[in-house]
């Protein structure tokens, strides 16, 4: 196993101002030591993962992590720089900085030792055993864990504790020595909690929250066992463990899986950074809802008291809100399927044109050396996978109403749909009914022997039942009249009617920038590729222009009046070129973020000039996904990149001209940086 961090990766006098010139610098280090094949590919992946949630911890403390396909082997840089660099903390900036970079498909030994890292990161003694070291030779031996050596003398291998990949506080309910920072008061008795901590990339906030939710009960006296659901693996707790818990923590910034086990037990749900930064808060809260009688039930999907009132975590928001998670959890498990599908489908037009969808069979007629054959078989299997459409979309709203016996009635319901052509709004009615019916049964109370095959034979099979029911009988075939009416009027769409659509589908694009409208404007337009039509195409074609406008805009406002925008700005502007290029929204969310009232109007403005030119052109296209590398499959592609440039020139004079006015009105502050922001993914 290669060494995590050498010498030649420490820079002890990190001169960088930014986070983006502080990532730079460290990976090229990691370049010149042979460990990234591609530093403005891997940089991107770092801004992605920054883009989802700020990587800065108090303490002083800077993380930017992320899996690279452009890494070779896991590897750790280390900066410390004197003025410090912000990254979003909120205690100020990070005078120590770690990139962590992890290989695509990394073993999880390697993933182990770089979680182990992340762990000590909570100890005060370790960080300032870095903030006095003066070699960088010593600097890496103490990161890797060894006692600090000479300069120039052969490392040794990690220590042996950094392999565990959970956290565990279990002690005899008598506190540590010292005083730990937050720590809570000790309980009379040990006090029993379970935690799972769990971030999007599963390398470092996870290990963290873990170390730091231990070291906390430690100090208090509880007895706590944590699971770490991150990329070194998911080691499920002991049932013994959480049937013995008076209370269950959850910190985390994803789906905390197998949520089941922890049903009937006093919850406090959060995100992962309160795991690190206030675990004793955590823990008090805690033991608070275990001594009120809190309880939370989780096999109907939602969360509850036992005295009937709503208990935190999330379950408890209004009705629209709830409704608009279930449906986003059915679009996000569709997406894949819709782009795998969809750009086979494509690629298949390119090669062999539209008539190769009328092709025979791949399995019975393919030759080898024949373009048509290929093409044939690229559509065959792209249609396959499009057939899953509309059932996965089912299935997945219903899972994200009522967990896994939901998945088999909403599967079937999402078919039927398919069935009786009640296409895309069929899949959504039919997951809402399945989920719903499902939530109602676990509702019954049944007798404890019957427990056990509830969720695998009795909810399935009844929910099936009658989800089938209504889907053929009662409102199936209403929802296929009007799936009918809303084809026929796409198809019939020309003129003032189209251009109105544009607008209202590119302001949708524009408006929160991959957040909920967004994702229902785009979630439309992919519906409609399962059973094309002309008209279903020119929505998908002016869906994806105007979702390129934001970014596309914000790279070239900081190219052409750069003064206007802080350093970061203008670092992000230049990753923004790339992404609005790729069709991805989220690129123009730091803009947006650190200036809501000037970009997200201008974005806007420009995104509804860009949707209605496209409706107005005729554009389509077959692609759901794929920004400017889909272009030869657009219908009418020089008016398509007409289209885009107008409405990111519109938007990019908008939000040049409101900053101009703004800096006329305004006090001065030609130092300012983009605010700290904090992205969901």
């Not at 890797?144 to 279990?170: F, H, I, L, M, V």
């Not at 971030?199 to 963290?208: F, K, L, N, R, S």
């Amino acid at each position: 196993m290669s060494e995590l961090i050498t010498a030649a990766l420490v820079d002890l006098d990190l001169s960088a101002e930014t986070k983006q010139d502080a990532a730079r610098s460290l990976a090229e280090r990691m370049v010149a030591e042979g460990r990234v094949t591609d530093l403005d590919g891997f940089l991107a992946d770092v801004a992605a993962r920054e883009a989802q949630m700020p990587t800065g911890l108090d303490g002083g403390i800077g993380i930017p992590h992320c899996r690279s396909e452009h890494v070779t082997a896991p590897t750790l840089a280390f900066g410390r720089s004197g003025p410090g660099i912000d990254f979003g903390a909120a205690d100020g900036p990070a005078d120590l900085v770690f990139l962590i970079a992890a290989p695509a498909g990394a073993d999880d030994d390697h993933l182990t030792i770089l979680s182990a890292l992340a762990r000590r990161l909570m100890d005060p003694e370790f960080t300032e055993a870095l903030r006095a070291e003066r070699d960088p030779g010593a600097a890496a031996a103490l990161i890797r864990g060894e006692k600090a050596e000479p300069a120039g003398s052969d490392p040794k291998a990690p220590t042996p504790e950094a392999s565990a990949p959970q956290a565990s506080a279990a002690n005899d309910g008598t506190p540590v020595d010292g005083p730990v920072p937050g720590s809570v008061a000790p309980a009379t008795g040990p006090f029993r909690i379970v935690a799972v901590t769990s971030c999007p990339t599963g390398i470092a906030h996870t290990y963290m929250a873990a170390e730091s939710l231990a070291a906390a009960a430690r100090a208090g006296g509880v007895v706590l066992d944590v699971e770490t659901q991150g990329s070194a693996g998911f080691e499920r707790l002991d049932p013994a463990l959480i049937a013995a818990a008076d209370a269950v923590i959850w910190a985390h910034d994803v789906e905390v899986r197998e949520k089941a086990r922890f049903d009937g037990k006093p919850i406090v749900d959060t995100g992962v950074k309160a795991g690190i930064n206030r675990p004793a808060e955590l823990i008090a809260e805690a033991r608070q809802k275990a001594e009120r009688g809190e309880t939370t039930t989780l096999a109907t999907g939602a969360a509850a008291r036992q005295d009937g009132g709503a208990t935190a975590g999330g379950d408890h928001a209004h009705f629209g809100v709830r409704l608009r998670t279930y449906l986003m959890s059915g679009v996000s498990y569709m997406v894949p399927f819709v782009a795998a599908g969809g750009l086979l489908i494509a690629l298949s037009f390119a090669i062999g044109g539209y008539e190769i969808a009328g092709a025979k069979s791949v399995a019975d007629h393919f030759v080898w050396g024949e373009a048509a054959s290929w093409a044939a078989l690229l559509n065959q299997i792209g249609t396959a996978a499009f057939a899953f459409l509309v059932p996965v979309l089912a299935g997945y709203i219903a899972y994200g109403m009522a967990d896994r016996p939901a998945l088999v009635p909403g599967f079937v319901g999402g078919a039927i749909a398919l069935t009786i052509n009640a296409g895309f709004l069929g899949g959504l009615v039919a997951g809402l009914l399945a989920g719903t019916v499902v939530m109602a049964i676990q509702r019954v109370k049944v007798h404890p022997t019957l427990r056990g095959i509830m969720p695998v034979l009795v909810i399935p099979l009844i929910a099936s039942a009658v989800v089938g029911f209504l889907m053929f009988i009662v409102v199936g075939k209403p929802i296929a009249s009007l799936q009918r009416a809303l084809t026929d009027g796409l198809n019939g769409l020309s003129g003032s009617n189209a251009i109105i659509l544009g607008i209202v589908l590119g302001l949708m694009m524009c408006f929160d920038m991959g957040g909920p409208l967004n994702k229902v404007a785009y979630a439309f337009a992919v519906g409609g590729l399962a059973d094309p039509t002309p008209g279903s195409l020119k929505v998908m074609a002016a869906v994806m222009a105007a979702g390129m406008v934001p970014p596309l805009a914000m790279a070239l406002a900081t190219t052409v009046r750069g003064r206007l925008f802080s350093r970061t700005e203008r670092e992000n502007g230049r990753a923004a070129w790339v992404l609005g290029a790729s069709f991805i929204s989220e690129g123009a969310i730091p803009f947006a973020a650190a200036d809501p009232l000037r970009v997200i109007p201008s974005v806007m403005a420009g995104g509804a000039v860009t949707g209605a030119l496209s409706m107005a052109f005729d554009c389509t296209l077959r692609a759901p996904h794929g920004g400017i590398f889909v272009v030869p499959l657009i219908g009418n592609p020089f008016l398509y990149l007409l289209a885009i440039a107008a409405g990111t020139t519109v938007a990019t004079t908008l939000v040049v001209l409101l900053k101009s006015l703004g800096r006329n009105t305004e006090a001065p502050a030609p130092a300012a940086e983009t605010p700290k922001i904090s992205v969901a993914a």
